[in-house]
């Protein structure tokens, strides 16, 4: 591997861009998890709105709605996620593995007829400034513009949770639903709020893959990113700000694992691709050793049905 | 009453059955590891069925079946409803194919790209993609600024590491400075993962892109990034136009036409068959005029070449990685050794992984 600073900014570019979706969907899945609720269906989530968001492309051929497309699509297979678990009471577990397998069958489906066409160019946001710049060129240019906005979400998120009064409400619902509920909030439109949200990101996500990381649609291309995605919320204990840290890491291990590959350093590929889980069951191990830490972030009604007596 | 009327609707079900097993016609399966559509190894196995498909002749087929345990279960349903010839498309299928050979005797199966033949109703067939690879490593050669060729490898298996040599062979024969960077993905198909890597051997200065997986993604990365690159199993072209210099096309479809009229006319027999650029199983997709008619001269000539004997991919003298000569000073490596081959020439980096 040649260690020049440019080779680095380009490896640094790759990184990131091959993070974004763990980003989006993670953030979606955050803001979900925080009020509580425990949706699975990431994957299912994810892989819906990457093939909504090709076949638009391929329909209107418009980007745009292409991407507004996808993230309704998230919304609205969300909704069922919703509709079972908020007002028919399921359980989150089961109904969020439903929802994965549901999702990978209907896409397939969908897809058949768009299989093997060449997705288009997506609009870069600013000059491409990538190859005039050595370092710094590769890192902050020559990306899409959801990759910019992915890496302001966890910012964002962080002042809604901590800052507004909405985010106050969502973490409320979260922690104690019961209180939340005398206090007056109406924990059921709160929590399907928070499940529609988290619906489009994570359509937004599976758009990112199919329109601009790898422009076609295949069958299954989301790959286990929602499973990675729902790891790393866990892995950064419920902080957004750690959601964007661990994405990076996480995007960092498969893109190093080919660089080190192709310089002729071997190292199983299996274990690279498990390194993901096993770092988030050492961060749980670790906080689970401060009861302060946990009870800090995590919703302590998660996975639990709230149901409110008339 | 209510068991006469059981007794009587089985006993119909039964001749419905044997009515059923006695009028059937001739039927042809396929099983194939990708989507039909995925524009490489699977939609050209496609093809070939089209043209048995064509002859009048019924054909099924079932896509995107893992190998494992999966596979067994497609096979094993396929012979058990009444195919009389089943082709099984990947190199994964090799024991799931001979293990329900051996519970349906009856039933011809070909196996792509295998050499276990283990009943004398399995055959095996493949093609001699290291040809192919050999045309492609003298235009790498020819064409790389920066003398270094990225090749995206799936599996550690023979067929593999022989298109890895044959290539890495002939691109020094026209370039001695050639180094040769490999990545495996473990995978057969995975766009993600291969235009990932792709991308990680563009960044490493590979300026050729050379793919031994299915998917078109890595000749849409090399498109966007400038550099030159092959489609792989079908013609990749419209995907990539300005990157792709030739693809290496699978025609599988006349050996499925003689195979199935074969069978159909009770004429098949064990074989195993290895056919390559001379019997048109293995063609090239056009030249891109990029290269300069002098290069396309050159390489239709080394085409006819190898076609016709008078050339060949593996001609000695050839040494592994630590300087063992594998194949003397004007030999050329038998098939035994071709379809066994697990050591790199000397010239490629790294090592196989285990």
Redesign the interface.
Known sequence: MSFDLNFIGILIGAIMASSVPLILAASGELITERSGVLNLGVEGMMIIGAISGFALMVVTDNLFFAVIGSMLSGLIISLIFGLLTQSLLTNHVATGLALTIFGIGMSAMIGKNFVGIPGKEFPLLFINLKESIPFLGPIFFGHSIILYFAFGLPFLTNYFLKKTKTGLIIRAVGDSPTSASNQGINVTLVRYSCILYGGAMCGLAGAYLSLIYTPQWIENMTGGRGWIALALVVFATWSPIKVLIGALIFGGITILQLHMQAVGLRIPVQLLSALPYIMTIIVLVVISRDSRKIKLNTPTSLGQIFYKEK | MYKLFLRSLISALFLLGFSINANAEFKVGFVYVG?????GWT?QHHEGRNAVEALGIKTTYVE?VPEGADAERVIRQLAQSGHDLIFTTSFGYMDPTNKVAKDFPNVKFEHATGYKREHSNVSTYSARFYEGRTLLGHMAGKMTKTNTI?YIASFPIPEVIRGINAMTLAAQKVNPDIKT????V?TW?????E???A???I????DIIMQHTD???PV?VAEKAGVWSFGQASDMQ??APKSILTSIIDDWAPYYVERSIAARDGTWKQQDTWHGLKEGMVAMAPYNSAMGSDLIKEVEQLQKDLASGKAHSFTGPIYDQKGNILVAEGAVADDGMLAGMNVYVKGV???I?Q
């Open positions: 989507p039909t559509g995925d524009h939609y995107s990225g960077k490999i990545v495996w473990f198909y995975d766009p993600g993962k235009s990932e890597a991308q990680a051997l960044d490493q200065g590979a998917s078109t993604a849409q419209r995907f980096e790294g090592d992984p």
